[in-house]
């Protein structure tokens, strides 16, 4: 079983919608969650991470949900510029970071 | 802030040449981590260093990878032999050590993407 699974998509949408991704971690007991984004053939750069309360960056809204270990972004507005590959990351004890396998999206002009 | 920083940026071998990648971390990270990306997935951890020691190794292929950290700064990752299946990037990440705080953070180089025929 994968410690992080995500929906590969890929997602694609037209500009100005609202698109969520879904991620699950298999171990309960991880302690920090995170969201990064990948340009093609770049390196993943944080986008934001995740708190237990919900936050919000912009057009971005990032979730946790511990009881059912799932943690989500939103995108509102979708720009051309949003197309990436969004990778959620889950950091378990002794600092270690597990990746899910990252979702494609393409927004459509 | 100078970011982690890898060379080489590519590479390109013939299976069962060896290579080898280097990486320096961003000043003062004491966690190094080597992860190898396949086209299409997610990023692979494939060792994780804390200072110079090994916290994490497991899924390491020890029989043709090895890393190194030495003195706990930077840190190199060798194959030998390469095989098809190795071709991938191979990113370099570091992260401060603040077990106790959820402000830890991974900061990635730019990766070496190794071709293997």
């Known amino acids: 079983r994968k410690e992080v699974e995500q929906d590969p998509g890929p997602f694609n949408v037209p500009e100005g919608a609202t698109v969520a991704f879904n991620c699950t971690y298999s171990?309960?007991?991880?302690?920090?969650f995170f969201w990064y984004r990948q340009d093609c053939r770049k390196e993943p750069k944080l986008l934001m991470s995740?708190?237990?309360s919900g936050n919000e960056d912009g057009r971005f809204t990032a979730q946790l949900n511990r009881a059912s270990q799932y943690i989500s972004l939103l995108i509102r507005d979708s720009k051309l510029s949003d197309s990436a590959t969004y990778l959620c990351?889950?950091?378990?004890?002794?600092?270690?970071?597990?990746f899910g396998t990252g979702t494609s999206l393409t927004v459509i002009p | 802030e100078a970011g982690v920083a890898q060379s080489p940026r590519y590479k390109i071998i013939e299976k069962r040449q060896s290579v080898a990648f280097w990486c320096n971390p961003i000043?003062?990270?004491?966690?190094l981590y080597w992860y190898q990306q396949i086209l299409g997935q997610g990023p692979k951890l494939l060792i994780q260093?804390?200072?110079?020691?090994?916290?994490?190794d497991s899924q390491l292929p020890k029989d043709r990878f090895s890393a190194e950290r030495l003195k706990g700064v930077d840190s190199t990752l060798k194959i030998q032999p390469a095989k098809l299946e190795d071709s991938a990037v191979y990113l370099c990440?570091?992260?401060?050590?603040?077990?106790?705080?959820?402000?830890?953070?991974?900061?990635f180089g730019a990766g070496s993407r190794l071709t293997v025929l």
């Open positions: 990351a889950v950091n378990f004890a002794g600092n270690q970071f597990y």
């Open positions: 000043s003062g990270h004491a966690t």
């Open positions: 171990n309960s007991a991880s302690q920090s």
């Open positions: 995740v708190y237990s």
């Open positions: 260093f804390q200072n110079n020691g090994v916290v994490d």
């Open positions: 990440a570091s992260s401060l050590d603040l077990r106790r705080t959820r402000a830890n953070v991974l900061t």
